[in-house]
Each structure stands twice: as C-alpha cells, then as structure tokens.
C-alpha cells in the first residue's frame, strides 16, 4: 500500500506540492522514499489523489497524477463529546474514533476532570489534538479530517443550540436503555461521555434537559476512555459501514 500524506492546502488537478515538513522527514528519513516513488494525498475534504515525487531536496515536491473523489467517511455522522480525561488518554481516543469514523469530537472540561487547560498550554494542546488525528487519517485510510472543536465547559456546551433532527445520547452506567433496542437515527447522532470521576448529579440534570437521553452499555462500568469508543464502534456496526 502506498504511504498516506496530509495537505494542509486545497489540492487541484494539475498541481504540484511541497510535503508539509513532518511528513516529508518521514518519505524521507523513515520511508526512504526517492523520486519517481508513488503515494497518496489528501486535503481532508474528501477524495484523494495519487501522486510521485519529484524530487526530494530541498523540499519533498509531489506531482498530483489521479484523483480518486469516493469518500471514505461513513453516512453516520457522529459527533463525540469527551470529558477530558487525564494523561495521554485522549490522545488514544481521537486516535481510535478516527480510525471508526467519527466525523467530529468536542472535548468539554466537566467537574470532575483531573486537567484543567487554559492559555498557551491548551493552544499547544488543540494544536497537538489535531495533529493526532491526521496522522490517524493518513494511517487509517479515511480522507476527511474530522473537526476537533475547541475545548469548551460543559455549561458552555450544552448553551449551544441543538442541530435539527439530532439524536442525543449520554453515556451512563446502570441505564437499563441499550443500543440494540433502538432506531437507526435519521439524522446525526452526539454521544456525551463523563470524565474519569463521571459527572456529577447536576450536570446530568441539566444533560437531560438539554435533549441528551441515557444509555448505557451492559453491565459493566466502562471506563472514559472506552466509553465513547465502545459505542461508536457498535453504531457503525450496527448503522454504518463496518
């Protein structure tokens, strides 16, 4: 299989492009790749071109040869809201849900959650957020970067206006309600996930308020960093592509 590169700039027939700097030390020092070598790129709008080196110094320069328009992202369009974890935790969910086709995460600090970002150190986060999930994009075959939002409080979240025709989920232990019981949804699905502590009795009040309706996942307690990931898996299963 041909390496995967993201773009960061609108890809046109035709055109030619220097590889941005992270991912031509990678053709270059990991893959060892040389001039006349085929790879794949893409600009996260849908759609991929296939593509060949031109030359490797002073920049990796690309010839754009094929374009291949089929999307790879499922109908389903999920977006995931993840308490914020600690660690490095959520680097292994965007990763994941990446890679099981959501199309957009909302991290959200709760009451509960351990960090706390603000400043410099949350842009160098969202920074590396999104990198995080373009390099599951280029290792995972999709070619739609899903939107990682900024990081907001949960009453700050659930201010937000619904989305028309929205399914609106939260995950809860305990809830007798399980996906398998349940309709496909005609429109697009929001999954609220607690941090490490869960969330604390008044915020899922007003979750409840707001439109979100319990579910859960058997009978075991799933931790914050399987959560999410359990159900988007079972909903694309169930619903999508897999």
């Known amino acids: 299989m041909n390496p995967r590169f993201y773009i960061p700039s609108i890809l046109a027939p035709g055109g030619s492009v220097d590889l941005p700097p992270e991912a031509a030390h990678h053709a270059d020092k990991v893959l060892r790749m040389k001039p006349d070598d085929t790879l794949r790129v893409f600009d996260g709008r849908g759609g991929e071109w296939s593509a060949h080196i031109v030359r490797m110094k002073p920049t990796v320069h ?46 959200v600090a709760a009451k509960r959650s351990v960090v706390r970002l603000s400043g410099d150190k949350l842009d160098r986060r969202q920074t590396h957020w999104r990198n995080v999930m373009i390099a599951a994009c280029e290792q995972c075959g999709t070619n739609q970067v899903p939107v990682i939002a900024p990081l907001l409080d949960l009453p700050q979240f659930m201010a937000q206006p619904r989305v028309e025709n929205e399914t609106r989920w939260i995950m809860l232990p305990g809830t007798a309600s399980r996906l398998r019981d349940l309709p496909r949804p005609t429109g697009p699905v929001t999954v609220l996930v607690g941090p490490e502590g869960g969330f604390e009795e008044a915020e899922v009040e007003i979750a409840l308020l707001s439109g979100f309706v319990p579910l859960g996942f058997g009978p075991r307690v799933l931790r914050t960093e399987t959560a999410g990931l359990a159900v988007l898996a079972a909903m694309m299963s169930q619903w999508g592509d897999c």
């Open 62 to 107: 690309v010839q754009l040869d094929v374009f291949e328009p089929a999307p790879k992202a499922p109908e389903l369009h999920v977006t995931l809201v993840q308490g914020l974890p600690a660690a490095d935790k959520m680097d292994w969910v965007l990763q994941k849900a990446v890679e099981l086709g959501v199309a957009a995460i909302q991290p």
